[in-house]
């Protein structure tokens, strides 16, 4: 027993006292010790990057900054002189005295014209530019048109409501009370209480006084109905092509024919705003004085039709009606005298 104690003792010594031994352990440690700050040294690497990049942005701003420096002052003048010269564009060249309204005098003294001529000091002439000739009741039979098998009408003028009731009441033809009346402004929708008892209809109209509002309208009527459409003998309104790209049942008569005014004498005289209503009124225009330049002359232009038959004929129009803020044409007037006069 003695010997194997001996034996296990030695053996421990040994290990102790090899120099060996403890040099790889001190080797193991050093590699241990050395991986412990490669690990720790390894974020140290990524922080250096950080440092590089921001070395490029100084040049970076620099640039930014000296490009923008001297674009900036050109740019900023050449929008001003765009916006100015639209403003200028709309406002009159010069101050508006004489306005000629291409529609017969108001009959009323208290018709807001003469208002306006008031307010602003102001004078308005009156002209008609074409002359409507109602259709004889025998050349209406020869259109073959049964104003009773249809249960809506649609109205674009005061001058399609006055030839349809004649025609009703010199053919002795009964209206219907369940009649559909399709306006294209509120305005002509109230003309109609000259005829009918207004409550007591069904009457419709645009909620700003274009075409498409009003077919906005009738398309919540399109299943039902049967439109009667009364048109002049010169154009076919745009109604009508919306009618049939809908594909709605309508049957269009022909109530009144318009004719050319001669106004060469009023023409002579110079205004400095001219007003049209319908698209009989440009032709008539033009016709009257086929070399007309506007030169100047503020023009202005009510519905969509006549508005699209004006910038058709090449003329400038500063004044257009009906809008949201101007349902009628004295309004649009009183709208653009007045930001004339604040612009003055």
Known sequence: MSKVVQTKVTKKSMVKDNPKSSAKTQVKAASSSAGKVSKKSSPKKITQPVTTKSTPKAPAKKSATTSKANPKPTNVTSKKKEVVTEKVAKLPAKPIRKVLITQPRPESDKSPYFQLEKKYNITFDFCPFILVEGVLSKDFRTQKVDIGAHSAIIFNSRNTIDHFFRICDELKIKVSPDMKYF?????????????????????????????????????KHKSKERYLVPVN???????????????????????????????????????????????????????????????????????????????????????????????????????????????K
């Open 183 to 219: 306006c294209i402004t509120e305005a002509i929708a109230l003309y109609l209480q000259k005829f009918i008892v207004y409550r007591k209809r069904k009457i419709f109209y645009g909620s700003d006084g274009t075409v498409t509002s009003m077919l906005e309208v009738i398309a």
């Open 233 to 343: 003998d010169i154009c076919r309104n745009e109604i009508l092509e919306c009618l049939q790209k809908n594909k709605l049942d309508f049957s269009e008569i022909v109530l009144y024919k318009t004719v050319v005014n001669d106004v060469k004498s009023i023409l002579q005289k110079e205004h400095d705003m001219i007003v049209f209503f319908t698209p009989g009124g440009v032709r008539s225009l033009f016709e009257n004085q086929p070399k007309y330049k506007q030169n100047g002359t503020v023009l202005g232009a009510f519905g969509p039709i006549t508005t699209k038959a004006a910038e058709e004929a090449g003329l400038e129009l500063q004044i257009k009606a009906p809008l949201p803020n101007a349902p009628s044409m004295v309004a649009a007037i009183d709208l653009y005298l007045a930001q004339a006069s604040k612009k």
